[in-house]
């Protein structure tokens, strides 16, 4: 079996070499990009951070992080229409990220709860799904939340 490989320009990480099958398909594409369907996941070294790099467009990429691990008593029930819209089989499919904004002022960092990127890592395909549920804000200070979720 040979393995095809690209090379993924990005503005962060400069030329990247990606096998084909790291490649994830957004078929709607993201909102306010939706003309963008293929994207990669790179995790930072460490830290808790991931990237969703644009394969099409080095000048896009969005923080991830996996949501279980600032708040771990999220949760939400995937719907039928996304189940089948990403060919999801079993619950070990999934993986759940939330895009992080990290702007100037670093304290002031935020995380989309309401809207997480599901993705189906067997079948390659994901997409941002907004919650219908009033637990989950747009924006989570994650460091507000993480000082006091430490105090506790």
Known sequence: M???RSV????????LEVSEENIIF??????AFENLKKFVIIKEDEGPFYWLQSVEDKDIAF???NP???????EFDIPDDV???LEIDSSQDVAVFCI???PEDVKQTRVNLKAPVIINVNK???MQYLLDDERYPIRYYLFENLDSNSQK
Not at 26 to 31: D, N, R, S
Not at 68 to 74: A, L, N
Request: aromatic content about 12%.
């Open 63 to 65: 923080v991830l992080i």
């Open 8 to 15: 993924v320009k990005s503005r962060v990480f400069g030329e």
């Open 83 to 85: 189940v089948k819209k």
């Open 100 to 102: 992080v904004v990290i």
């Open 68 to 74: 279980f691990e600032i708040k771990p008593d999220y």
């Open 2 to 4: 040979v393995v095809q």
């Open 124 to 126: 390659r395909k994901g």
């Open 26 to 31: 957004f078929e709607e594409g993201i909102p």
